[in-house]
């Protein structure tokens, strides 16, 4: 019975590790785990976790691609990006729609931003003058 439990409580344990929510990400307390900078700005936030139920945050989109291509020893299971529109509320990249332009000004010069659906995508595209771009071409525009 006791190897029962402990049984139960190392399978709970193990269970909780991979986690495939986003954690808010705390402002301007926060610090950027590419650029080391304080995360100051909800619009341009990222946050990446590991297979193994690590949580990474950024400051830009372009910290966490870069962190990402530069650590390929590490497999990811999850990129979360910000919604332009709503402060700090992270999105599956994956699920997200993004715009390029250099009229955004992101904290590393990214000059993106995702939203939740392709109509604030396309309108915040023609209010920026900006370039339509999905996951995979935002991930692949870094070396």
């Given at each position: 019975m006791k190897n029962l439990a402990l049984a139960?409580?190392?399978f709970l344990?193990?269970?909780?590790?991979?986690?495939?929510?986003?954690?808010?990400?705390?402002?301007?307390?926060?610090?950027?785990?590419?650029?080391?900078?304080?995360?100051?700005?909800?619009?341009?936030?990222?946050?990446?976790?590991?297979?193994k139920g690590r949580y990474y945050k950024?400051?830009?989109l372009g910290c966490?691609?870069?962190?990402a291509k530069s650590n390929t020893v590490v497999p990811y299971q999850s990129f979360f990006?910000?919604?332009?529109?709503?402060?700090n509320?992270?999105?599956?990249a994956e699920t997200a729609f993004f715009i390029k332009s250099d009229q955004i000004n992101s904290p590393m010069r990214g000059n993106m931003a995702a939203f939740t659906t392709v109509a604030l995508?396309?309108?915040?595209?023609?209010?920026?003058?900006?370039?339509?771009?999905s996951w995979s071409e935002v991930y692949n525009s870094y070396k």
């Open positions: 139960c409580i190392a344990f193990l269970a909780s590790c991979g986690s495939k929510e986003a954690k808010p990400l705390t402002i301007n307390t926060d610090a950027c785990d590419f650029c080391k900078m304080t995360i100051a700005n909800g619009k341009f936030g990222a946050e990446l976790i590991t297979q950024f400051d830009d966490m691609v870069q962190f990006v910000n919604d332009y529109t709503k402060d509320t992270l999105i599956p995508q396309s309108e915040y595209a023609k209010k920026f003058n900006a370039q339509l771009l």
